[in-house]
């Protein structure tokens, strides 16, 4: 510190004596100049001259006559006595500069600075040694203790505030910055309890049990997760980590699939730029590996009965219907989700479709093209149970409050029959 500290005050000081000497030294003729004078009674008379010589040939052309003449000649020459000065010029270009006013100042500046410097500078910090990299984070370099300070101030402030719901998600995006994943946990599912089940919080806690377990997705992850895309398929911090645990264990394909459906989506909060350099990232280590990246195909309706793609085929016929004692009391607009999903294991919808009150009852159609990922279809499923519901939020997923109708089990495969669903249940 002090090594750089003392070039940096001689360079100020030098370039304020700069200011204090520039007068002096610039050229003796820049000074002449700038304090030279005109000779203002020569260039009056000169004037008075030419205009009485005007005066004369208007008189002799004829237009003026001699009485206005003697007026005109008169003015000027009042005029003139006005603009003469007699006061002599003074003589402030012959007078030079004094050079002990730049020596005097030479003195006194460098003398001032270190004096106002010593009683109002903090010139204790310079035998301060720098701070070590232990108090940095390891991986953004960020100032540790100063973040520390910050999360004691959030934790005191929600212990006086215990229903602060966006204060607790604040403390958990810190504890993750920090690595304190099992905190984040813990904040995130506090979070959870004041405001319920969505899937951008439980998304966040998926995140931070899988960096605690070592960047695996393990049987509790997954049904953290599993929980989420019950909720909204579409979350982008749900599908961002599947993308990332993909990569990771060399899924690059199945990567590549999950960010491009983020990429695709109408969700505001995804960063696009970054997914399309992660994208391109993963599609050049697939061709260092000698694999061409193909995304996920429309199949043919040509294959074999049997196959992958012959049952990308499958389709259900639902039929929803709103029961009649509550026609009156549900609003035309409110939002009505139809969707399919496994009997058991993951409750990710694998067919979903919104309606909205005014339409019911509507015939719908779940097939795979409703699918809400390459990697989860209708056709991937032997059984599934098929739900409408009528969602007040107009999120996906039922809520407390919510009204549904549930039709459990329905077979997949080659099933013709309509499937009726009454939406008459509500949802505790």
């Known amino acids: ?67 206005a003449f003697d007026d005109l000649h008169l003015e000027l020459e009042r005029n003139l006595l006005q603009e003469v000065d007699d006061t002599p010029r003074a003589a402030t270009a012959d007078q030079p500069f004094s050079v002990w006013i730049p020596l005097v100042m030479t003195l006194i500046i460098p003398l001032l600075s270190f004096y106002f ?39 005191m402030r929600l212990e006086a505030e215990p229903g602060n719901s966006q204060g607790w998600f604040t403390l958990g995006r810190t504890y993750l910055t920090l690595q304190r994943y099992q905190d984040a946990y813990g904040a995130f599912t506090k979070v959870g309890e004041l405001v319920g089940e969505h899937a951008e919080i439980i998304s966040q806690q998926a995140q931070a049990l899988y960096y605690l377990n070592d960047r695996q997705i393990t049987a509790e992850v997954q049904q953290i997760i599993d929980r989420a895309l019950a909720l909204d398929p579409q979350d982008p911090g749900t599908l961002g980590l599947l993308g990332m645990a993909a990569y990771n264990a060399g899924q690059l394909s ?31 280590e697939l061709a260092q590996q000698g694999i061409v990246y193909r995304p996920q195909s429309t199949p043919s309706a040509t294959t074999e009965p049997g196959s992958d793609s012959a049952q990308s085929l499958v389709s259900l016929k639902v039929l929803v219907e709103l029961d009649s004692p509550l026609k009156g009391t549900v609003a035309p607009e409110t939002t009505v989700f139809v969707y399919a999903q496994a ?4 409750k990710m919808p694998l067919a979903a479709t919104r309606l909205q009150v005014r339409d019911l009852p509507a015939m719908v159609t779940l097939d795979d093209s409703m699918a809400m990922g390459p990697m989860v279809k209708l056709s991937s499923a032997e059984q599934v149970q098929v739900r409408a519901t009528v969602s007040f939020s107009g999120s996906p997923g039922a809520k407390p409050g919510d009204i549904q109708g549930v039709m459990s089990p329905v077979k997949v495969a080659g099933n013709d029959e309509l499937i009726k669903i009454l939406i008459s249940e509500v949802v505790n």
Request: charged share 20%; proline share 4%.
């Open 1 to 67: 510190m002090m090594t750089f500290f003392w070039p940096v005050l001689v360079a100020l000081v030098g370039l304020a004596l700069a200011f204090v000497w520039w007068p002096w030294l610039r050229p003796k003729a820049e000074v002449a100049v700038c304090v030279a004078d005109i000779d203002r009674n020569q260039l009056n008379v000169d004037i008075f001259k030419q205009r009485v010589s005007e005066l004369e040939q208007e008189l002799v052309e004829g237009n003026l006559d001699q009485a």
């Open 117 to 155: 410097y010593l009683q109002l500078g903090s010139s204790d910090l310079l035998n301060q040694p720098r701070q070590t990299a232990a108090s940095q984070h390891p991986d953004t370099g960020h100032d540790l203790s100063g973040i520390d300070a910050q999360v004691a101030a959030l934790k």
């Open 254 to 284: 199945k990567a590549i699939d999950l960010w491009q459906q983020l990429v695709a989506s109408d969700r505001t909060n995804v960063n696009r730029e970054g997914l399309q350099q992660a994208i391109a990232a993963a599609k050049s």
């Open 343 to 346: 009997v058991t294991g993951s």
